[in-house]
C-alpha cells in the first residue's frame, strides 16, 4: 500500500509549509543529500511501513 511521498510525509505535520520550509526540515534532519540520490527525490512513493526506501 503507497502512503504518499516523502515530500508529502515531511510536509505531514505543517500542511501551510512551504516547499522550502519542506526541504529546509529535511536539511536540518540531515535527510536532503538521501532523499536528493533516490532516483524520485522528494517524488519517491513510500509504502505503508517506509521499508521500500533504505539508506543502508
Given at each position: 500500500m503507497i502512503c504518499?511521498?516523502?515530500?508529502?510525509?515531511?510536509?505531514?505535520?505543517?500542511?501551510?509549509?512551504?516547499?522550502e520550509e519542506v526541504y529546509q526540515a529535511a536539511r536540518l534532519a540531515r535527510a536532503d543529500s538521501f532523499i536528493r540520490q533516490l532516483p524520485d527525490g522528494y517524488e519517491t512513493l513510500?509504502?505503508?511501513?517506509?521499508?521500500?526506501i533504505s539508506q543502508g
Open positions: 504518499g511521498t516523502i515530500f508529502a510525509n515531511i510536509k505531514y505535520g505543517r500542511e501551510y509549509a512551504s516547499d513510500l509504502n505503508e511501513e517506509g521499508t521500500n
